[in-house]
């Protein structure tokens, strides 16, 4: 395409003003405490779903909101579908709304479904009536083709309405909420007008605040920008005191959070959203990152979002949306390093860290295992991965502790694979290369058995080698039977001398067994082996013999047959 002809034209846009605020504090503020939630997961995050949950999906998220801590849960708009009215009903009638859970219920301002709201409410002992109606200039102008005044009327009557239903049903501890909708678009003169004339009508008080709902129906700016509404708006409420003001913030721009955030550094006392973001278009607010932000800030979320596994699980099977591998906090890839450095990184921080200690581990913002996720997500293995990544791995399934050497030469057989394969390396196959490359198994050279001696000054090591040709025994003095052993190795023709040495016990009490790791000079060459025994002289026996036989078997048999 021409660039004359291309419709990829930014003229067409204009940048979103700017507040002229002059005294702006919320920079200054920090978050201390988790804002009081409203997941609004049953209706926003309903609407946006190619099919609107059923009433048995409805139930399953429900409870899981339950579980996870919610008090304030919209269900619906049950005057907009039968599910939805029907969902508010069974949730009344089937006593499922906890003691300590409100909830809460959309509607316009109009006066047919305002009536049919109260009627999916009957009954219930506490619910939020939030009644909405759109106040941007774009709406004003071009959907609803009225002025300031007739958009405040509309909010005004909206107001009227809803006081005169809760009236007619006393039984009920009715909230009312108001939403400014489009508040974002909204000049805010205007916008604190309608709220102060809402708020006239509804007449709160400190012990029964209303709840005023700013919406970011379109995120329209940066989240300072949004920060500076809130902020203003506040101050320009007549009852602040009997107002509890709430954020709704969607995610065109990728800044939902950020916008929640900066609008409770700006006063805001209440935050609606959903799990993993879902909602129209790009999304509303994401509780779950909110609210683990503020957990991996030492700050307690009031909600418990341990089970993440649990939480995807239902939210999948509910809303029919996958949740990204790497979303915020629950994504399967979010605590997985991939890469070399990352994972040395970690592995040191980890093997530093002692049990009471403050989290503080390289790239690992929180320590997964609080949210439900074990070490094997941490480090994976592919060809970008390092030394530090693979002995994490062998250490963490089977407790060996490798010497750095050995490390370095197992890093480069697992890389070689990682390369030939293009695909990640398991932790099986891991397993497997460390054992064919340094504990080669040869039928045809085992160690049937040894003798050891102790005499002053030394130690008299006698072998027998289980070997094609029968039995061939080496017996020699050495400083102890390693030596010994290695230098008896001669008697077949390897000159193998040793250049390092470390061992460890593997697991604790009677079953315990020994690790030995052996780093050799062969005829020149480098070589490691690797033992495992109960007993720990067989096993730096048999890391001297894996070493050995990594030398050329060709070589090593015709050396036995002249022995
Ligand atoms: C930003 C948000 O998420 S707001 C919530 C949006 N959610 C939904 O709309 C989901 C459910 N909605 C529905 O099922 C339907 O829209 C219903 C049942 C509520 C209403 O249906 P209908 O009246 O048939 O259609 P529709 O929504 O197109 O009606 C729009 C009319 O209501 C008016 N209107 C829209 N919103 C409001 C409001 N909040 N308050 C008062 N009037 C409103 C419009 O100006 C328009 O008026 P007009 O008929 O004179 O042109
Ligand atoms: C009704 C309001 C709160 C809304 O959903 C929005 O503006 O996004």
Redesign the pocket.
């Known amino acids: 395409m021409k660039p004359s002809q291309s419709r990829f034209d930014h003229t067409r846009y204009q940048p979103f003003p700017a507040m002229k605020k002059t005294d702006r504090r919320w920079p200054d503020n920090t978050i201390e405490k988790a804002p009081l939630w409203c997941s609004v997961d049953l209706r926003?995050g309903n609407?946006a779903l190619i099919e609107p949950m059923t009433v048995e999906q409805k139930c399953q998220l429900f409870q899981l909101l339950v579980n996870i801590g919610f008090k304030e849960i919209e269900v619906g708009?049950p005057?907009?579908?039968t599910p939805d009215f029907d969902f508010v009903r069974k949730i009344i009638d089937d006593g499922m709304i906890p003691e300590d859970v409100t909830i809460q219920v959309?509607t316009?301002?109009?006066e047919h479904?305002i009536a049919r709201t109260f009627e999916a409410l009957q009954g219930c002992r506490r619910a939020v009536v939030h009644v909405?109606?759109?106040t941007s200039k774009v709406q004003r102008e071009q959907?609803?083709q009225r002025d300031r005044a007739g958009i405040l009327a509309?909010a005004e009557e909206?107001a009227r309405l809803v006081a005169a239903e809760a009236a007619k049903h006393p039984d009920t501890e009715w909230v009312f909420q108001y939403s400014p909708?489009s508040f974002t678009g909204t000049e805010m003169d205007f916008a604190a007008e309608v709220c102060n004339a809402v708020m006239a009508i509804w007449q709160p008080t400190p012990e029964k605040p209303v709840i005023l709902n700013l919406?970011a129906?379109v995120e329209m700016s940066t989240p300072n920008i949004f920060a500076d509404q809130i902020e203003w708006f506040i101050e320009h409420l007549d009852n602040r005191e009997s107002a509890i003001c709430s954020v709704h913030t969607h995610n065109d721009r990728g800044c939902a959070v950020a916008a929640a955030e900066l609008a409770i550094m700006a006063g805001a006392d209440r935050v609606e959203g959903t799990l993993f973001g879902n909602g129209?278009r790009t999304g509303n607010m994401d509780i779950i990152t909110m609210a683990m932000n503020l957990y991996s800030q030492g700050i307690d979320p009031q909600l418990d979002l341990s089970c993440s596994d649990e939480i995807i699980r239902i939210y999948t099977e509910c809303t029919s949306l996958p949740v990204h591998p790497r979303h915020p906090w629950f994504g399967e890839l979010v605590y997985t390093a991939f890469s070399g450095s990352h994972q040395d990184a970690i592995r040191k921080c980890l093997n530093q860290r002692e049990e009471d200690d403050i989290w503080d581990v390289a790239y690992l913002p929180i320590d997964p295992a609080d949210i439900g996720r074990d070490y094997q997500e941490v480090i994976r293995i592919n060809s970008q991965s390092g030394k530090g990544g693979v002995a994490f791995v062998l250490e963490q399934e089977q407790g060996l502790q490798l010497p750095r050497w050995l490390q370095i030469a197992l890093s480069a057989a697992v890389q070689s694979e990682a390369e030939n394969a293009s695909a990640e390396i398991s932790a099986n196959q891991i397993w497997d290369i460390f054992q064919k490359h340094f504990m080669p198994s040869n039928p045809n050279l085992q160690i049937g058995g040894y003798r050891l001696e102790r005499k002053d000054g030394g130690e008299f090591v006698k072998v027998e080698l289980i070997t094609e040709k029968g039995t061939v025994t080496i017996a020699r003095n050495g400083q102890g039977p390693m030596e010994a052993f290695a230098s008896g190795l001669e008697q077949l023709g390897v000159q193998l001398d040793i250049l390092d040495y470390s061992e460890h016990a593997l697991g604790n009490g009677s079953n315990a067994k020994a690790a030995s790791y052996v780093h050799a000079s062969i005829d020149g060459q480098r070589f490691c082996g690797v033992g495992i025994d109960k007993d720990i002289v067989l096993a730096s026996l048999k890391a001297i013999l894996a070493a050995a036989n990594q030398t050329t078997k060709h070589q090593m048999g015709n050396a036995i047959s002249a022995a």
């Open positions: 926003d609407q708009f005057a907009a579908s959309l316009q301002a109009r479904l909405y109606n759109s959907v609803f509309i909206g909708e919406p129906t129209e």
